[in-house]
Structures are given as C-alpha cells and as structure tokens.
C-alpha cells in the first residue's frame, strides 16, 4: 500500500516471522504500523469456548492493525503470522509524521479502511441473516474479485482453506464442508483435486 522505499526510508524496519509467530495480542498497546512485504497475517479472536473467528487475512502489500494506532487504543483483536512473513515495521511517531508529510499517502490510506469497514458492514450483515451457503459464496465472491482482482467471468482458485472460511462467517468447519459439497451439486462452485474454484 505504501510504498516500501518511502517506508524505509521513514525508518521502518524488516521484520521476519515464522509460521504461526505473534505480532501483537489482543489488549496489547498500538505501537507500530505494520505493512505485509511477502506472506500473509491473520488477526482473530477467540470466544469463551475457545473458538476462533477471524477478523481478516492480509497479503502482499496489505497493511493491518491501524485503527487502534490511529486513535490511541489498544488492540481488539490478536495477529499472526499465517506462513512465514516478511513484514515492515514503522514505530507510530514516525508512521504519523509520514503520514502529515504526505497527503496522498494519508489519502491511500483512509480509503483502504473505508473498503475494510465496508466488508465488515456486509458481512455482518451476512453473518446474522443469510443461511451458510449464501454467506460463502458473499466471502467468495470478496475475495476474488475485492482481494484478488479476478474478474467476474474468469475461474478463480480459493486460497483460503475451509477451516478459514468458517472462522470468517462464523460458521462450523463440518458445516462448510457441507454447503461447499451444496454448492458444487448446484454448479455455483467447482471443485478439483480438493481445491474450490469460482
């Protein structure tokens, strides 16, 4: 998102992360601004019985964490590298100097957690009122062509494993698996060699 020479030179550091490291922990204070060099992080919560919801995956040049280093709180979620993650790591005062010295930049950045906001908005939306399959194929059809650009009449391979996608609707894993087989015999999905397409 921004661009990693003008982070870098701001001062932002290399940070390298195996699988599964935390980056923060949810109630922990904002510190830094985090952007995804290579790899993929997730942030989550977990409820009481110990289940987790994902708040949202990241990629290649996505940034995450900012609301609460925007407006001074902590933490509402937790984060984690996905595989191993090579991330740029900006200490706030100088990610909000960047941010000053740069109005488009600041532009950049606003509407990126416009379009973030607005995804929550759906798919809260989704989660409280639609039946399973219809909340898939939602996250789906975001990810292809939100995420990844895909156009609509092309095929497009999920990424995300069916395990993340109940974490992401708020659904059972037993529960996907059974919509995802629905939703093939009802030709709104492809399935090959384990692997969804749309």
């Given at each position: 998102m921004i661009n990693e020479c003008l982070l870098e030179q701001t001062g932002a550091k290399r940070v390298f992360l195996e699988k599964n490291q935390i980056i923060f922990k949810e109630g922990e204070t904002a510190r830094y601004?985090?952007?995804?060099?290579?790899?993929?992080?997730?942030?989550?919560?977990?409820?009481?019985?110990?289940?987790?919801?994902?708040?949202?995956?990241f990629v290649d040049g996505n940034s995450f964490g900012e609301p609460p280093l925007l407006i001074n709180d902590n933490y509402p979620a937790?984060?984690?590298?996905?595989?191993?993650?090579?991330?740029?790591?900006?200490?706030?005062?100088?990610?909000?100097?960047l941010l000053f010295q740069n109005p488009k930049v600041h532009l950049d950045l606003t509407t990126t957690l416009a379009k973030r906001?607005?995804?929550?908005?759906?798919?809260?939306?989704?989660?409280?009122?639609?039946d399973p399959e219809h909340r898939i194929i939602k996250l789906i059809d975001h990810f292809k062509l939100k995420i990844s650009k895909v156009p609509q009449d092309l095929m497009y391979k999920v990424d995300i494993?069916?395990?993340?996608?109940?974490?992401?609707?708020?659904?059972?894993?037993?529960?996907?698996?059974?919509?995802?087989?629905?939703?093939?015999?009802?030709?709104?999905?492809?399935i090959k060699d384990h692997k969804v397409f749309r």
């Open positions: 601004y985090y952007q995804i060099v290579t790899g993929a992080v997730k942030m989550n919560n977990f409820n009481d019985e110990g289940k987790e919801f994902i708040q949202g995956i937790n984060a984690a590298a996905l595989i191993p993650t090579t991330v740029l790591q900006l200490t706030k005062e100088r990610f909000l100097n906001l607005y995804f929550k908005t759906i798919m809260a939306s989704e989660i409280s009122s639609q494993t069916r395990q993340q996608i109940a974490d992401l609707t708020g659904l059972r894993v037993e529960t996907v698996i059974r919509a995802i087989k629905s939703l093939e015999k009802k030709g709104e999905i492809t």
